[in-house]
């Protein structure tokens, strides 16, 4: 019995085993064939998909070239613009000639050397004359700077560059050299400013550009060697062999920098056009040349110069400022890199030169000493600090009813510190307190850096014990000598943007946007001009000085920029920012695109940006008629030949370049935007002015929010 039960058991085994075999096979080609009929689906489904795509495509095609007619029609306003500002600085030229105010035309060469040429031999010394005349040189300097950034090449040759260079350079200069004159004027009657408690001499004198600070050591009491000017919180502490000796401390701060490279005060915003038509194209490479000029001048930190190229006071002159500008061989080798990168493009080489300007940048050579500042990465900011030790001249003495007064003809001396004769010996260094201007805003503790004329450059050594007291807004530091201060900022610790937003408040008026890791900034436009409505710090307005004034983006940029809130991308930021980059094409068509339907839609940082790689860029869309905050956004991507609605949001877990159901491809922005549009949105982006439309075209340049976000 115990062997039968054995022997069916095996069967039963053999049996159970072919069965589960069977059902394995059976299975197996089930899976198989399910996988079949799914391999099957899918690329049916990715023909029909790869068929619709070609028909968008054909259809795309199909209309290219009467989308691009429209948009040209609708990119002659950028045109009209250019023309707009041709007349406009015609009409200032000849509103000047009309006025006969007394001031010179800066670029006439002869009334602009006729002004400076009376003024030299101008002897009134009186500091109040010299500030007041001082304000109107400054006016002159800037309408120069002013040219010099915002007249295209097609208005301006290159002689009138080199002309208007050297003309800021000698009307620096010389309100230099009067400034010294009439502080030695004022030493020579020291005792009119006598303090009646120490007996020194002190005064301040300030206007809304300089503040001198001048004490006179009259008595020579070791006790006196420290002195704080009230007036304007700045201070110093001598070593006593100074505060027996007769010398004088001047703390000259100019509320400007006239010592830093003209190339540092000079630089530009690239202002690219990418057009379609043959006129447009001609037009955008005459817009765009300057800039590049500007940018080779920019190229390098300058070199050591020859005695012959020094000024006066040891800044360069306008010849030399351009020939430190970037060598032939590389601009030359640069070009042909562009000619190609233009053809695979289908981009004008002339359109794309400021932009791959970063990559010529890349052959400058590093700075090795690291006691020189970078001025592609540090900025002055708060204007300079001349800090001076000077020889006091002879007093007037009161003999009787005489006043008598030994006269030198020397001029303004330095006092020598340390003694020249003992450089070996360790002298005891300077300290100097200094209260920073409520003008400026400093993010961060502020670099002291002290001028080097020999080698034209900002340095950090010789400048020791830096205490900066953040609510006080003061700084106080030891130097070895007495030098020429400036307080440096990191010029991109507001980039990269944290978000950004351009949004429609009425008819030819807008809001941008810009959140930065330090602040919120706003700013208004309005027709052809634009307004600083706020800078919220810490939730915080600041900068109520410079809010609530309408101004050109030109003007705008400068006035920021020497308040210390840098947002403007210079032609080196992407070496000391983490750059979102993007192809030339799609960047600044994107830009000019934008502004040409600011009118009517608000426009805003995407996330998928940074997915969508360097070909293309991605931002949110909304239509936006009313003043009030934008809803309902949606994600569009762009690049500059072809533009498509994306079907995913903002919330989505992974970018895809899927098209919105219903939607199609178009060459344009503004058509695509169009499908989606109201009439009442299109109306409006066809009304739009052309100054307005400018303006954004400007800031949107200037910010470039989709690299640098």
């Known amino acids: 019995k115990s062997s039968g039960k054995k022997k069916v058991s095996k069967a039963e085994q053999l049996r159970l085993q072919k069965e589960e075999e069977e059902r394995r096979l059976k299975e197996e080609e089930e899976a198989q064939f399910q996988a079949q009929q799914e391999e099957a689906a899918r690329l049916e489904k990715e023909r029909i998909e790869q068929e619709q795509m070609e028909k968008l495509e054909a259809k795309d095609q199909e209309r290219r070239e009467s989308e691009l007619a429209e948009l040209h029609s609708l990119e002659q306003k950028f045109l009209s613009a250019q023309q707009w500002k041709m007349d406009y600085r015609a009409y200032g030229k000849w509103e000047h000639y009309l006025s006969c105010d007394g001031n010179p035309d800066p670029t006439v060469l002869q009334e602009i050397n006729t002004f400076m040429s009376l003024w030299r031999d101008d002897q009134n010394e009186d500091v109040q004359l010299v500030m007041e005349k001082g304000e109107r040189v400054l006016n002159l300097i800037e309408k120069l700077q002013l040219l010099l950034l915002d007249t295209p090449p097609g208005e301006i040759t290159e002689k009138e560059t080199v002309q208007y260079q050297e003309s800021i350079l000698e009307l620096q200069n010389l309100l230099h050299q009067k400034y010294n004159g009439a502080t030695e004027h004022l030493l020579k009657t020291a005792n009119m400013y006598e303090d009646s408690e120490t007996g020194n001499m002190q005064a301040v004198i300030k206007d809304k550009n300089v503040t001198f600070c001048i004490w006179a050591n009259l008595k020579k009491k070791v006790r006196l060697k420290n002195h704080m000017f009230c007036d304007a919180q700045h201070g110093f502490d001598l070593p006593k062999s100074l505060a027996m000796s007769s010398v004088a401390v001047r703390i000259l701060h100019t509320h400007y920098d006239h010592v830093s490279p003209l190339w540092l005060q000079c630089q530009s915003v690239p202002r690219l056009e990418v057009l379609d038509s043959k006129e447009l194209t001609q037009h955008s490479k005459d817009n765009v040349e300057e800039p590049e000029e500007e940018e080779k001048k920019a190229g390098e930190e300058p070199s050591m110069p020859t005695e012959e190229e020094m000024c006066s006071d040891g800044r360069k002159t306008a010849v030399s400022f351009k020939e430190n500008s970037n060598s032939i061989a590389d601009i030359n080798e640069t070009e042909e890199e562009i000619e190609k990168k233009s053809e695979i493009l289908d981009i004008p080489s002339q359109v794309q030169h400021p932009l791959t300007q970063e990559e010529m940048d890349e052959k400058e050579e590093a700075i090795t000493d690291e006691n020189i500042v970078d001025l592609q990465q540090f900025v002055p900011v708060g204007g300079v600090y001349h800090i001076d030790a000077l020889q006091l001249p002879p007093q007037v003495k009161q003999i009787k009813d005489w006043s008598m007064v030994e006269v030198l003809d020397v001029g303004l001396q330095a006092y020598p510190y340390p003694p020249e004769e003992a450089e070996d010996a360790t002298h005891p260094p300077i300290q100097i307190t200094l209260r920073l201007s409520d003008n400026v805003i400093y993010f ?261 929010v989709l690299t640098y976000s």
């Open 444 to 704: 961060e503790d502020p670099v002291i850096a002290r001028w080097d004329p020999a080698g034209q450059q900002w340095r950090t050594d010789g400048i020791s014990n830096i205490t900066y007291e953040r609510q006080a807004k003061s700084i106080t530091f030891e130097m070895r000598a007495f030098y020429t201060i400036a307080l440096l900022q990191d010029a991109h610790l507001n980039m990269p943007y944290q978000a950004w937003e351009l949004r429609p408040t009425g008819m030819d008026e807008a809001l941008l946007i810009l959140t930065t890791v330090f602040a919120t900034i706003q700013i208004q436009i309005k027709g052809n001009q634009c307004m600083l409505s706020s800078v919220v710090v810490e939730e915080k307005d600041v900068l109520s000085y410079v809010t609530g004034k309408w101004l050109s983006p030109v003007d705008l940029r400068a006035v920021l920029k020497k308040a210390g809130v840098n947002i403007f991308p210079g032609a080196y930021s992407h070496k000391y920012v983490s750059v979102n980059k993007k192809a030339p094409l799609a960047e600044v068509r994107a830009y000019q695109q934008m502004a040409l339907v600011a009118s009517a839609f608000a426009f805003a940082w995407s996330k998928w940006n940074l997915e969508a790689g360097q070909e293309q860029v991605v931002f949110k869309v909304s239509e936006h008629l009313k003043a009030d905050s934008v809803k309902d956004w949606s994600l569009y991507m762009f690049n500059g030949q072809k533009a498509q609605k994306l079907k995913i949001t903002e919330t989505s877990e992974a970018f895809s370049e899927e098209l919105e159901e219903d939607s199609e491809f178009h060459s344009t922005l503004y058509h695509m935007l169009k499908d989606f549009a109201s009439k009442e949105a299109i109306d409006k982006v066809e009304t739009a002015n052309f100054l307005f439309i400018d303006v954004v075209y400007q800031l949107l340049l200037a910010t470039r």
